[in-house]
């Protein structure tokens, strides 16, 4: 059965977007090198690792699921750019040891909820095919693009060494690049899926 959207619900979805993003408030970021700053870096870093870690095997799903050739590229252009990202963080971790990927902290509730929508996302993936599947996969991929542009972004605030903070935007900037294209060709599904 294929999804039916029409544009009022499009236009729904892209307004609670649009709230939901501008209701934030500003926090004023510790200045770099202090000891706030290097644990804010150091847990966007071991964030980031492991999302770029996990991003880089999601082009496997092509040996299991058939997509569009343009998905297909698209998809294979995220594994590349966060395998290159995550080779990045390991470089900088293996001459720097003030630096850990491992610093994750996160409390047990959000382990916990991580761990179900993975199991969620995954299901849903291996259960649907068609265009069903590539709206699932391209709307996972917006969500874990735009969260590794952001962990970048504020891993590169907080990174004293301006060389590294220089790396982390150009990364930062890649993955705000991909998450466009992503959204883009989710966007164009979406109106095709409309037309049908």
Request: aromatic residues 6%; proline residues 5%.
């Amino acid at each position: 059965m294929k999804p039916q959207f029409t544009r009022p619900l499009l236009t729904v979805l892209l307004l609670a977007a649009c709230v939901l993003t501008g209701c934030q408030t500003q926090r004023v970021r510790p200045p770099p090198g202090s000891e706030a700053a290097s644990s804010t870096r150091n847990n966007c870093y071991g964030l980031l690792h492991q999302l770029l870690d996990e991003q880089k095997d999601v082009s496997m799903l092509r040996f299991i699921k058939r997509e569009h050739f343009e998905v297909k590229a698209l998809i294979r252009k995220i594994a590349v750019n966060s395998a290159t990202g995550e080779k990045l963080l390991e470089e900088f971790a293996r001459h720097d040891p003030s630096i850990h990927l491992d610093g994750l902290r996160l409390p047990p509730g959000e382990v916990a909820t991580r761990d179900a929508i993975a199991a969620t996302k995954q299901k849903e993936l291996l259960s649907q095919t068609g265009n069903e599947f590539e709206l699932t996969l391209l709307l996972t991929q917006t969500e874990a693009l735009s969260y590794a542009w952001h962990l970048a972004q504020v891993a590169g605030e907080n990174e004293p060494d301006p060389d590294r903070a220089r790396a982390l935007a150009g990364l930062s900037q890649d993955m705000q690049n991909l998450y466009r294209e992503v959204f883009v060709m989710l966007l164009s599904k979406i109106n095709a899926a409309g037309a049908n």
